[in-house]
């Protein structure tokens, strides 16, 4: 479903024969993706109506997302691939080369690289082209996401193994994150790419240098988190969580 900010129902995104798994817009604002357990993604409008079917995948796609400059789409699939798209919905590479389902991918800030995350226990790097450039091997269990820095400088990780990891977008392991009791699920930098906040199912979250030193530890909910990132602004960490809430913390008094 498309809210405005007030909360007033814009248009509900019907077509999916299976449930959504994730949905984000065009960093132009003018167009949502929409990834579904049908093996199938989809391109909308953002008032609604269908756009583009991107079929090819053979299971289930677990996460969409846009270029930064708003031409590409990329697709993870639990079939082991990543899928390369035009925003009108034409195929234009297929990622192979991991030996699990992919959790994540996301383009670099410059939309000239993909990063993609996979139960196979790596991150791998990719060109937009489909040329596999790194694989970012550490972690000692699934990696469930891959994010880069906004000054696309690096790239973190979150892992099962109850670590995150940050890499060069070459694919050198700078430093492990270390601190988390559980599994990592989700990690995010900041704005301006000096801090990382990471969610865990220990029932935190966590800030951290770019360099790998532990910030603070967010510690009120009483429930696993899924997920934290940045405020826009930077100024807030934004944190949601199977307690049934999320929680804003103000960076000032960390």
């Known amino acids: 479903k498309v809210w405005s900010q007030g909360g ?5 995104l019907k077509g999916h024969t299976n449930s959504v798994l994730n949905a984000n817009f065009s960093p132009d604002g003018n167009s949502i993706v929409t990834a579904s357990n049908d093996n199938t ?9 269908l756009i583009a079917t991107l079929k090819g995948h053979k299971g289930g796609v677990v996460n969409a997302n846009f270029s930064h400059d708003s031409k590409t789409i990329i697709t993870a699939s639990w079939d082991k691939t990543a899928k390369v798209w035009s925003r009108s919905g034409e195929l234009i590479t297929t990622l192979k080369g991991h030996t699990e389902g992919i959790n994540n991918a996301n383009f670099s800030p410059d939309s000239k690289t993909i990063v993609t995350a996979s139960w196979d226990k790596t991150a791998k790097v990719w060109s937009r082209s489909g040329e596999l450039i790194a694989t970012l091997k550490g972690h000692t269990k699934e990696v469930n996401s891959a994010n880069f820095s906004p000054d ?14 940050l890499w060069s977008s070459s694919g ?5 994150l270390k601190g988390h009791t559980q599994r990592v ?3 995010n930098f900041s704005p301006d790419s000096k801090r990382i906040v990471t969610a865990s199912w220990d029932n935190t979250a966590k800030v951290w240098s770019r360099y790998g030193q532990e910030i603070a ?9 899924n997920n934290a990132n940045f405020s826009p602004d930077g100024k807030s960490v934004l944190t949601a969580s199977w307690d049934n809430t999320a929680k804003v913390w103000p960076l000032k008094e960390l």
């Open 8 to 12: 007033q129902l814009i248009a509900t």
């Open 41 to 49: 993604a989809k391109v909308w409008s953002r008032s609604g109506e």
């Open 152 to 165: 696309g400088k690096t790239i973190v990780t979150a892992s099962l193994d109850n670590t995150a990891k």
């Open 172 to 176: 050198q392991e700078k430093a492990t």
């Open 185 to 187: 699920f989700n990690a």
């Open 217 to 225: 530890t967010l510690k009120e909910h009483t429930g696993e988190v």
